[in-house]
């Protein structure tokens, strides 16, 4: 991760799973590091643990917020006195039934994955334009692709996500700003365990098929890989990966295999 080295890079829910990974990997590659959660002692933990943490900057920030995205943009602007990348990695995923599941769980999912996540990058978005230069990550999942049952609003969040970014992508090439979409499958981390339900509290167990996933480590290598590369778009799982192809070419299929599967 040669490339990385040296550059400043403010990495979005940081406190945990993926995000918290990411700063490791990327501290003992040399970047620096600003991270943001909504809890400031999970992100001091966080900072504590990489191997270079006297360059790493803490900036709590709650992605509803909206109105104060441009605040914290210029905040974490003056951390280092620039930005090369922005991963917007923080969201909460959901499991619930449409029928069963309050509105306002909608509106709270497409709040923090999607409208946070726009307000965020729109603020950043005016200092890589002057500076002909940036690079937004957004870690979006397979479920940004094609969708499964108990996940309607995250997948509906995440499906935004790639219509704008892709906007984006298009808009601001000219201004030297790249876009990598990143789409984990099944990831061991807490994001099941910390989905909303259908009354908006959290399911408090993770499943399986999360349980079993690929190790945060091993996404995050790849990961990487792919940001290095300035891949437009890059699907990281196992076998469920496998969704991509069968919705673009065999879509009836896919609905079939996921209706008979026994993920939740």
């Known amino acids: 991760m040669e490339k990385?080295?040296?550059?400043?890079?403010?990495?979005?829910?940081?406190?945990?799973?993926?995000?918290?990974?990411?700063?490791?990997?990327?501290?003992?590659?040399?970047?620096?590091?600003?991270?943001?959660?909504?809890?400031?002692?999970?992100?001091?933990?966080?900072?504590?643990?990489c191997t270079f943490s006297n360059d790493i900057e803490i900036l709590p920030l709650d992605l509803r917020q909206f109105d104060k995205a441009a605040e914290t943009a210029a905040k974490a602007w003056a951390c280092f006195g620039s930005i090369d990348m922005l991963i917007n990695n923080a969201g909460v995923s959901q499991r619930s039934?449409?029928?069963?599941?309050?509105?306002?769980?909608?509106?709270?999912?497409?709040?923090?994955?999607?409208?946070?996540?726009?307000?965020?990058?729109?603020?950043?978005?005016?200092?890589?334009?002057?500076?002909?230069?940036?690079?937004?990550?957004?870690?979006?999942?397979?479920m940004g692709r094609f969708s499964s049952p108990y996940r309607s609003g995250y997948c509906a969040a995440k499906h935004a996500l790639h219509g704008f970014f892709d906007s984006l992508r298009m808009e601001h090439e000219k201004d030297g700003i790249a876009v990598t979409m990143v789409c984990p499958g099944f990831v061991n981390t807490?994001?099941?365990?910390?989905?909303?339900?259908?009354?908006?509290?959290?399911?408090?167990?993770?499943?399986?098929?999360?349980?079993?996933?690929?190790?945060?480590?091993?996404?995050?290598?790849?990961?990487?890989?792919?940001?290095?590369?300035?891949?437009?778009?890059?699907?990281?799982?196992?076998?469920?990966?496998?969704?991509i192809y069968l919705k673009r070419f065999f879509p009836k299929l896919l609905h079939r295999l996921v209706l008979r599967s026994e993920v939740r």
């Open 190 to 243: 807490n994001i099941a365990h910390n989905a909303l339900t259908e009354d908006g509290s959290e399911q408090g167990t993770n499943d399986n098929a999360t349980k079993n996933g690929m190790s945060t480590q091993k996404f995050c290598m790849k990961m990487l890989r792919a940001i290095e590369r300035k891949k437009f778009e890059v699907y990281i799982g196992g076998k469920e990966v496998q969704g």
């Open 97 to 142: 039934l449409i029928a069963e599941t309050k509105f306002q769980v909608y509106k709270d999912i497409m709040d923090i994955d999607y409208l946070g996540t726009v307000a965020l990058s729109k603020a950043l978005l005016p200092r890589f334009i002057a500076r002909k230069s940036g690079h937004f990550v957004v870690v979006s999942s397979l």
């Open 4 to 49: 990385l080295k040296g550059k400043v890079i403010w990495i979005t829910g940081a406190s945990s799973g993926i995000g918290e990974e990411l700063a490791y990997q990327l501290s003992s590659e040399g970047a620096k590091l600003i991270l943001s959660a909504r809890r400031a002692n999970l992100l001091e933990k966080t900072k504590a643990n």
